[in-house]
DNA sequence: TCCTTATATCTGTATATTACGATATTACGA
DNA sequence: TCGTAATATCGTAATATACAGATATAAGGA
């Protein structure tokens, strides 16, 4: 069994959610999309810090923004993760 | 939503997976146990990153070693590992 | 245009991860 | 015990990741 190129990128998609926080975000999108600012506030974390997570989480297109105004708010946007997420949180 | 304890866990088991070479491995080793020798044979890399590898795998739970003599067979033995790799690997 | 709000990006720094050769450890037969 | 095969561990260098403050960018109303 080589590795073939197929196992990089499953490997990248398991790699965006394999961070707490990113995880966590990505759970709490699944039902309903959220802003930035709320991410934020029930995160309670920096919103830079924030804002890169989601950006990662945007490249390896797990999630997607919709810009409203000046707040864009995020939704999960990736069958794969939503399903690993969806496995991982029931026991 | 705050960071629980149960998300960092969870991450952990999926950054074990979040490599090419580790997910080639786990997912070579779902339906039988390999020996070291051969899954470093069948990956075309040194001994020493396999055994780093497994040694990843091993302390997170996923696989496990069983030795017969000089060689040391590997198996999956985290359900949860089983099937993420499976809905990975299901198109 | 200016000011405010919301968010992305940049920068710097500390820490973690990865890969591999060298070497230590384990098992076993002669 | 010695030699061999199998495997784990160590040391090191390169690279990636995580975090947060500072700042740039985007949107919108006055």
Redesign the pocket.
Known sequence: MKIEGNYTEKA?LL?AL?????LCIVHGLMDSEC??????GCME????????????L?SKGIIE?R????????SVINKKAREIVTLLMND
């Open positions: 990248e790699k394999a961070h707490p926080t990113r802003n930035v600012n709320k991410i934020t974390m920096p919103q830079s810090t924030i804002s890169q997570q989601l950006a990662i945007r923004g810009r409203k105004g000046t707040e864009i708010c995020y």
